[in-house]
């Protein structure tokens, strides 16, 4: 049914009789009747009962008004949707466009009012640029005259001294820009949402499976562009585009990226030049020993930095700082101020934020597992992700460029990267695979041990590959349940979490939360080894408790969820982005939305029909 309907005024006695608690949304706490009538401007009218229906008008309403519609017409079938069906158009239709960025005039002008920027009052927002870079530094310097902006050119080498020399002067770092027909453009990419409004290293790729399923090509191809910008620029994929990351890379995940995209595009010279960056970003950011790679032929995450990070809130160390302070007679904060400008030397701390950096460059920003070692540990997922590197350069050469690849006048064929691969197969089953406990462990450089914290990324290697049939049979038989929950795979067990107190808080990558890169890895890891039920029951549970909790809270889609309770309601470090928005959400979150596209592409049709009515997985799956 089709009913014209005077926005303004329908969306004014919608909330006021709906948003009971005020906050410009329709959800389960607000203690309204759950019963909204529409009347059009001809007369008609349409009883609406229930939040789920009553919210999906308030979010109908919003996109109508943000277009500066007065009268618009409403149908009834997109608000009575089915949730599955909802959600996914919403994050085709909606979510995605609200997530996209550029960094030309257009892109540099949203960024002023970043909330990152807010301390700017009279300062300018900071574009740094590379040093080889002299399109972009003549472009940015041009918008000086219409944009409160001041361009720096970054030195030809970027030193961690350099970067903690400007950490009090942070700012944005330039992406690819492009030229037609004279006029310069930035090549568009996706951010994750909320307060993260920049290009994100291993977000990007999640993404972008969620922008191919959607058909939004360009937009993944953009993403692959600025990636291969990074690394012929800045040395590396970054953690993000901002001036304070120059020395961090994120998860690997760049093959997978340009494998997806020109299985789309067939552009072969697209492929070349991106396989060529590829390579260069394996040989000089991971295969460097001393830093990425360690002595028995494996890999560790390792950022270089000096002293606090910036980007991190006020208070975020004080658990760490507390007892030096202590042990000075100072408080935390005269601590904090005396350690960065150097009057107080502390080695244990200097160490201890060696750590907390490769921690975030590992993109699993907090956790114990990794947490005062991490620079120690050849970490499971990222030996997985540079094998999966090794098998699709090999791929790669093979099936596109007839066997032969020439790149710094190497010549590359495929049997050079499967003796890569198979090589580093032999040292993780020599230093991550566990026979007795039939898992993969992180292994510490330091003590020549394993470690005993079970996580999800235990499962990492059947995304890749990299197991036996035999291997992969002792993996899901022992790993599943002990992660499985009712929403999906939690960061680890409880166990391995342990016990919480007030000098030992929860880390947002461990139990109880769960995230989507994990769901999204390990889906298709018990796909690429036939374990198609247990990928249905992980899939399912994952979706039903999106599904669940926006049909309850006015359709948000966040960051993170408390995989036990299957909620959004998370509260640890850093809060839940994604979660607080009115009307409507604000792109939702971006891996969060790509593995809900495909967690639709994957589930069955039987499966979809029970997660729109909202069947109860732990009734379904006994």
């Not at 949707?81 to 996914?88: D, F, L, R, T, V």
């Not at 009012?113 to 003549?138: C, G, I, M, Q």
């Amino acid at each position: 049914m089709i009913l014209f309907i005077d926005i303004e005024t329908c969306l004014n006695q919608l909330l006021s009789q709906e948003d009971t608690d005020g906050d410009k949304k329709i959800t389960v706490d607000d203690q309204g009747p759950k019963a909204f009538k529409i009347v059009s401007t001809t007369g008609e009218s349409y009883l609406l009962k229930g939040v789920y229906h009553l919210s999906n008008l308030l979010q109908e309403l919003a996109i109508a008004k943000d277009k500066g519609l007065k009268i618009d017409p409403i149908n009834t079938d997109i608000i009575e949707e089915k949730p599955g069906h909802k959600i996914s158009n919403m994050i085709k239709n909606h979510h995605w466009d609200r997530l996209i960025r550029t960094m030309d005039e257009q892109g540099i002008e949203k960024l002023i009012h970043d909330t990152k920027n807010e301390s700017l009052t009279s300062e300018k927002l900071r574009v740094y640029v590379p040093f080889n870079d002299s399109v972009a530094l003549h472009y940015y310097k041009s918008l000086e005259e219409k944009l409160p902006i001041t361009t720096i050119k970054l030195p030809k080498l970027i030193s961690p001294q350099y970067v903690r020399s400007i950490n009090n002067k942070p700012g944005i770092l330039s992406l690819k820009l492009e030229t037609n027909d004279g006029k310069i453009s930035g090549v568009p990419f996706v951010v994750p949402g909320g307060r993260f409004n920049e290009m994100y290293g291993w977000d990007s790729y999640f993404e972008s499976v969620g922008l191919l399923l959607d058909g939004k090509v360009d937009l993944a191809k953009g993403m692959a562009d600025n990636f291969q910008y990074e690394i012929e620029h800045y040395g590396k994929i970054l953690n993000a585009n901002r001036s304070y990351y120059l020395t961090r890379t994120q998860p690997p995940f760049y093959t997978s990226l340009i494998k997806d995209v020109f299985a789309i595009t067939k552009d072969k010279d697209w492929l070349k030049s991106h396989l060529q960056t590829a390579i260069k970003e394996y040989e000089t950011v991971w295969m460097v020993k001393g830093k990425h790679l360690t002595d028995n032929g494996l890999n560790r995450y390792f950022a270089e930095g000096i002293g606090f990070l910036p980007e991190c809130e006020v208070g975020h160390f004080d658990s760490i700082i507390k007892p030096f302070a202590k042990n000075e007679n100072l408080t935390i904060r005269e601590y904090e101020k005396r350690y960065s400008e150097g009057f107080i030397i502390n080695k244990e701390l200097d160490n201890y934020f060696v750590h907390d950096r490769t921690v975030r460059e590992s993109g699993h920003d907090t956790s114990y597992r990794i947490e005062g070692n991490c620079a120690n540990l050849n970490l499971v997922e990222l030996n997985a992700m540079l094998y999966k590197y090794e098998t699709d350069f090999s791929e790669i050469i093979n099936s596109n460029f007839n066997d032969n690849f020439e790149y710094h006048g190497v010549t590359y064929n495929s049997s050079y990267w499967k003796r890569k691969a198979e090589e580093r197969k032999q040292a993780v089953n020599a230093y991550l695979w566990n026979e007795d406990q039939e898992l993969y462990f992180d292994y510490d450089l330091e003590t020549e041990r394993q470690s005993s914290f079970i996580a999800a990324t235990t499962l990492t290697p059947l995304w890749a590959k990299m197991c036996s049939k035999e291997q992969a049979k002792k993996l899901v038989k022992k790993a599943i349940p002990l992660l499985k929950e009712k929403g999906g795979i939690a960061g680890c067990t409880k166990e391995s979490r342990g016990k919480m107190s007030e000098d030992r808080p929860q880390r947002q990558w461990d139990y109880p939360f769960g995230w989507a890169p994990h769901q999204m890895l390990i889906w298709k890891g018990l796909l690429n080894y036939g374990y198609d039920e247990e990928a249905q029951e992980l899939i399912y549970r994952w979706l039903f408790m999106i599904v669940k909790n926006a049909v309850d809270y006015n359709g948000v889609i966040s960051e993170k969820y408390d995989v036990v309770n299957a909620t959004h309601k998370v509260f640890a470090e850093y809060g839940n982005v994604g979660t607080k928005f009115e009307y409507i959400p604000n792109g939702g979150f971006g891996w969060t939305n790509a593995s809900f596209k495909l967690g639709m592409e994957l589930l069955k049709k039987t499966y979809i029909e029970k997660l729109n009515m909202l069947e109860n997985p732990d009734s379904l799956f006994k």
